[in-house]
């Protein structure tokens, strides 16, 4: 499929709650991102995460910035969808499917660069079967 071929996923999120041990947290996901996507096309999964004491305003302004100025400039370029947000009592987690793990970063160094350095976690892996997504989506987690 070629890059202009790709259409992006529909606006439809679901929202479930799962326990992980003694945590109770919250996840928003993309319904069917994985078909709509294709998973060969988007084989890297990088997961964002934000570690907070308490959730304050201010806190949730600068993580309302992040989530959607990188999501704008990463899904407009067709090189990454933002397709699951998981929150704890004191950490926030967004999960991309990119095409390239140099890309997305370029993108959100560029894209972020105009707000002050955000206390924010990166990591990539190769994920082409979409595992990652599957169990969020899935709630393989234990339900709440």
């Known amino acids: 499929m070629k890059r202009d071929?790709?259409?992006?996923?529909?606006?439809?999120?679901?929202?479930?709650?799962?326990?992980?041990?003694?945590?109770?947290?919250i996840i928003r996901f993309r319904v069917n991102a994985a078909e709509q996507l294709g998973?060969?096309?988007?084989?890297?999964?990088?997961?964002?995460?934000?570690?907070?004491?308490?959730?304050?305003?201010?806190?949730?302004e600068a993580m309302n910035?992040?989530?959607?100025?990188?999501?704008?400039a990463v899904e407009k370029q067709r090189t990454a969808y933002l397709t699951a947000i998981v929150t704890g009592?004191?950490?926030?987690?967004?999960?991309?499917?990119?095409?390239s793990h140099d890309d997305f970063m370029n993108i959100l160094n560029e894209s972020?660069?105009?707000?002050?350095?955000f206390p924010i976690n990166i990591s990539s892996f190769s994920d082409p079967e979409w595992e990652a997504y599957s169990r969020l989506a899935g709630s393989e987690l234990s339900p709440n």
């Open 65 to 72: 910035n992040l989530e959607d100025t990188l999501t704008d």
């Open 39 to 60: 998973k060969a096309n988007f084989p890297n999964a990088i997961a964002i995460s934000w570690a907070f004491g308490s959730l304050s305003p201010g806190i949730q």
């Open 5 to 25: 071929e790709i259409t992006p996923p529909q606006g439809s999120w679901s929202v479930t709650t799962a326990a992980l041990g003694e945590e109770s947290l």
């Open 89 to 99: 009592p004191d950490s926030r987690e967004w999960q991309y499917y990119s095409k």
């Open 112 to 117: 972020l660069s105009c707000f002050p350095a």
